[in-house]
């Protein structure tokens, strides 16, 4: 996985993504899923989008990458309603790279991201302990246009 992502080859990226989405050990699973999101894998979106979302069947930190991931196609609409979604995941670690992922607020964000976003500012019940997640959602509403 590291030589693939030292020299950016996607020419096996198929292959990762059936890694990724099978039975194989999860350090495998996870490694494909690194890979990647590293590699820009534009086609892995949806099973970065299952991915984040599986809080039931999923390590938080194989949810946490896949949403990180999502940042490689954020001006997506359904990738952009994957992250409002996981802006109230259980998981502080996974709500912040779900704003990782975001990068940056303007005319192609969808109006449930910008709610999502509001919403961060003032929900202490969904925010971590040093508001740290709330200071970056407002410094992205910040940047708006």
């Known amino acids: 996985m590291s ?6 080859s996607r020419r096996f990226a198929r292959r990762l993504i059936e890694i990724a989405r099978g039975s194989y050990p999860l350090p495998a699973r996870q490694e494909a899923v690194y890979t ?3 590699l820009k894998e534009t086609r ?10 599986a809080l039931d069947t999923e390590e938080e930190y194989t949810r946490d990458m896949a949403t990180e991931a ?5 001006r997506r609409p359904r990738t952009q309603r994957a ?3 996981r802006l109230f995941d259980p998981s502080v670690s996974v709500r912040f790279s779900a704003l990782c992922a975001v ?10 991201l910008r709610r999502a976003l509001a919403a ?13 997640i709330a200071a970056l959602a407002a410094e992205l509403l910040g940047q708006t246009h």
Do not use: M, S, Y
Not at 44 to 53: K, Q, S, T, V
Not at 70 to 74: D, I, K, P, S, V
């Open 3 to 8: 030589a693939l992502t030292k020299i950016g």
């Open 83 to 85: 992250i409002a979604a």
């Open 70 to 74: 999502l940042g490689n196609t954020w």
């Open 103 to 112: 990068g940056r607020v303007n005319t192609h964000t969808l109006d449930c």
């Open 36 to 38: 990647l999101w590293q």
């Open 44 to 53: 892995a979106e949806p099973l970065f989008i299952r991915l984040c979302a």
């Open 120 to 132: 961060k500012l003032a929900d202490p019940a969904k925010v971590d302990d040093g508001r740290v």
